[in-house]
């Protein structure tokens, strides 16, 4: 089952924490979150899995920054997110999606016991502006039944900051 807006907001300080957390951003079944100033984008034109790509930084002005299509920015939300008990899961804004940018190629499923900002992996199909502090996607939260371990990887919990890819570490 989703947890309705109402029960999120019944649960947060308790089983859910969202921080910063406004009344303002709550729906009837999800949580807006909103785009943090800073990007990562990848300096190498060709990636490789099995090596740390290296990145540098974007600052999204406020006046905004278009994106261009075929290239990956990775973003962060604003907001730090932790949930002991509930599956939080984070899909784009239909109206983000209409404007044809993409917030999240893969990685929207996340883990009970996951705690920090979300890492944002952006694209477009043709030029878009975006702006810093834009609602640009929404987290959800699902019951799970059985017995579960919590997320305990190292690679990206308690993050302070955009994640980029620690894929490479699998390979050590």
Not at 55 to 60: F, G, L, M
Request: net charge negative.
């Amino acid at each position: 089952m989703i947890l309705s807006g109402r029960e999120i907001k019944r649960k947060i300080d308790d089983e859910i924490i969202i921080d910063p957390f406004s009344e303002d951003q709550v729906n009837p079944n999800s949580y807006n979150l909103k785009l943090h100033n800073q990007l990562l984008v990848y300096k190498d034109e060709v990636l490789d899995l099995k090596e740390e790509n290296s990145t540098e930084t974007i600052t999204i002005p406020q006046d905004g920054l278009i994106l261009e299509p075929g290239k990956l920015y990775l973003g962060r939300t604003v907001e730090y997110t932790s949930t002991d008990k509930y599956v939080p899961m984070l899909e784009g804004r239909s109206s983000i999606g209409r404007l044809g940018l993409f917030v999240h190629i893969t990685a929207g499923f996340g883990d009970i016991g996951f705690s920090g900002f979300w890492t944002l992996e952006i694209f477009c199909i043709q030029p878009v502006k975006i702006y810093p502090d834009i609602e640009i996607c929404q987290i959800y939260y699902h019951t799970i039944e059985g017995d579960y371990d919590k997320y305990s990887s190292g690679k990206y919990q308690n993050n302070q900051g955009i994640q980029k890819s620690l894929l490479f570490k699998d390979f050590k």
